[in-house]
Nanobody, 120 residues
Framework: QVQLVESGGGLVQPGGSLRLSCVVS????????AGWYRQAPGKQRELVAA???????NYADSVKGRFTISRDNAKNLVSLQMNSLKPEDTAVYYC??????????????WGQGTQVTVSS
């Protein structure tokens, strides 16, 4: 059973920083794309940032220049460094993984979510 466990959320003042981490555990072959999504109250879940197995990154326009996604393949770890946080960044953040279980078998996996609140 593959599990994604997030950590690092919390309450921060506008302009502050937080670092989210996601550890992937269980039996699998490799992680293809990994990323972070967020969902604010009353809104749809949206992509924040994604990173391929080769390290290519993609960001939502609203976070470009402020957020940085990274991964450590040896530790099955995906991180999101969030700087210059704004109140509109307030949401539940979900870790996502496109994970290959074995040859020709893959699946989409999600973490349980971690709350990020940006408020003074």
């Amino acid at each position: 059973q593959v599990q994604l466990v997030e950590s690092g959320g919390g309450l921060v003042q506008p302009g502050g920083s937080l670092r989210l981490s996601c550890v992937v555990s269980g039996r699998f072959f490799k992680i293809n794309v990994a990323g972070w999504y967020r969902q604010a109250p009353g809104k749809q879940r949206e992509l924040v940032a994604a990173i391929s197995s080769g390290g290519s990154t993609n960001y939502a326009d609203s976070v470009k220049g402020r957020f940085t996604i990274s991964r450590d393949n040896a530790k099955n770890l995906v991180s999101l460094q969030m700087n210059s946080l704004k109140p509109e960044d307030t949401a539940v953040y979900y870790c996502y993984g496109d994970i290959v279980l074995r040859v020709e078998v893959r699946g989409d996996y999600w973490g349980q979510g971690t709350q990020v609140t940006v408020s003074s």
